[in-house]
C-alpha cells in the first residue's frame, strides 16, 4: 500500500523561524494529505493537494507537491510555540478506491519559544 | 455540526482479556475507520467501514473485529488482548458526499494498557 515517509524524523527550531518538513512516495497518487498530531491525541487535517496542483496555501502552511520527484513539502512559516507537534503525509494512490489513509513515522516538530 | 468523539478515553486490561472501544462519527459522515498508533509510530490502519459493511482491512488478525451502526457510530472489539495491542487507537470520519471522503476527522483516541 502506498505509505509515505516524513523527512527529517525530528525538527528543533526557534520561535519566528521558518520549518519545513518533507514526505516522500513511492507510486501514482490521486492527492496528498498533511496532518498534524499534538501529543498523544487525534490527528487534524491540515491540507489536501491534488495530484494536478504543485503549491497550496491555508494561512501560515504553504505546501508544494513534485510528481516527478514523488515528493511532498509543508512549510510554516513564522513558527509558534503552538505549532510544536507531529506532523505527517498522507498520500492517496491512483490506483485504490478505498479511502483509508497509511502513515509513515512523522516529523516531530519542537519551536522553542 | 459536532466533532468525532470517542470512549472511553483510557482503558487498562489484562492480557487475554477483550475490549470494546466505541466512536461516534461526525455528523453525516458515511465512512469510519480505525486505526492503531503505537508510542513513537504513525498510525496503522485496522479497518474501515461504510454503510455497515466492512470496505477494507489493514494487516490485522481476525480477533480485530468491529460494527457500524445504522446511525454511523462504531466500535472496535479485541479479543484475548496481548501486550503488544497497547496503543492509542484512534476513530477516524469521512463522507463520501461532495468528492471529499479522502479527508478524515480524527476522534481524540482511545489509550489502551495491556498488562
Known amino acids: 500500500s502506498q505509505q509515505g515517509e516524513e523527512d527529517p524524523q525530528a525538527l528543533s527550531i526557534q520561535e519566528g523561524e521558518n520549518a519545513t518538513m518533507n514526505c516522500s512516495y513511492k507510486t501514482s497518487i490521486n492527492n496528498l494529505q498533511w496532518y498534524r498530531q499534538n501529543s498523544g491525541r487525534g490527528l487534524v487535517h491540515l491540507i489536501l493537494i491534488r495530484s494536478n496542483e504543485r503549491e497550496k496555501h491555508s494561512g501560515r502552511l504553504r505546501v508544494t507537491l513534485d510528481t516527478s520527484k514523488k515528493s511532498s513539502s509543508l512549510l510554516i512559516t513564522a513558527s509558534r510555540a503552538a505549532d510544536t507537534a507531529s506532523y505527517f503525509c498522507?498520500?492517496?494512490?491512483?490506483?485504490?478506491?478505498?479511502?483509508?489513509?497509511?502513515f509513515g513515522s512523522g516529523t516531530r516538530l519542537q519551536v522553542q519559544p | 455540526e459536532t466533532g468525532v468523539t470517542q470512549s472511553p478515553t483510557h482503558l487498562i486490561k489484562t492480557r487475554g482479556q477483550q475490549v470494546t472501544l466505541r466512536c461516534s462519527s461526525q455528523?453525516?459522515?458515511?465512512?469510519v475507520s480505525w486505526y492503531q498508533q503505537a508510542l513513537g509510530q504513525g498510525p496503522q490502519f485496522i479497518f474501515q467501514y461504510y454503510r455497515e459493511e466492512e470496505n477494507g482491512r489493514g494487516n490485522f488478525p481476525p480477533r480485530f473485529s468491529g460494527l457500524q451502526f445504522p446511525n454511523y457510530s462504531s466500535e472496535l472489539n479485541v479479543n484475548a488482548l496481548e501486550l503488544d495491542d497497547s496503543a492509542l487507537y484512534l476513530c477516524?470520519?469521512?463522507?463520501?458526499?461532495?468528492?471529499?471522503?479522502?479527508?478524515?476527522?480524527f476522534g481524540p483516541g482511545t489509550r489502551l494498557t495491556v498488562l
Open positions: 498522507a498520500p492517496k494512490a491512483a490506483d485504490t478506491g478505498r479511502r483509508a489513509l497509511t
Open positions: 455528523s453525516g459522515h458515511n465512512t
Open positions: 477516524a470520519s469521512s463522507s463520501t458526499a461532495g468528492g471529499r471522503g479522502d479527508t478524515q476527522y
